[in-house]
């Protein structure tokens, strides 16, 4: 069976999926910093000032907005979400987004564990569909010999 006009050959789909790796691993790198700093000294720390402050009688949660660049992952913004009226905005660029729950009170290793646990569950997801990516391209390849 060969690949229909269109579709992704062998070289995109790599591509692709050193895309999805080079995200994956500026995660981690958050993941880390998230785990080895205190929360003020992170990128993370604007989202956990909106998570921990914000009023939770109108605001139901809080998303952050990520963006790697060169390995390099930056929070590009935060959006809150109002009692389920509006979706947050698009923010372009954006390659990963984490949302937690407005909570008052939520003590940092709270939400060191909240977020690194997201951003872990994020990381495995792309690492699969880069793992899928490739077995694609070298199914494809296999094909056309």
Not at 90 to 117: H, N, S, W
Not at 128 to 137: D, F, G, M, S, Y
Request: charged content about 35%.
């Amino acid at each position: 069976m060969t690949a229909a006009a269109g579709d992704p050959g062998p070289d995109e789909l790599r591509e692709e999926a050193d895309d999805l790796e080079r995200i994956a691993s500026g995660l981690e790198d958050l993941i880390v910093e998230l785990r080895d700093n205190p929360v003020r000294d992170t990128r993370l720390e604007g989202l956990y000032d909106e998570a921990t402050t914000s009023d939770p009688g109108i605001w139901n949660t809080v998303t952050a907005f990520i963006d790697v660049e060169d390995g390099e992952a930056a929070v590009s913004d935060e959006s809150k979400l109002a009692q389920g009226s509006w979706a947050p905005e698009i923010v372009e660029d954006c390659d990963a987004m984490v949302t937690i729950d407005i909570q008052r009170g939520l003590m940092p290793d709270d939400f060191e564990y909240l977020v690194g646990k997201k951003l872990e569950d994020e990381t495995t997801e792309l690492r699969e569909e880069a793992a899928k990516l490739r077995q694609q391209a070298h199914e494809l390849e296999r094909e056309q010999e």
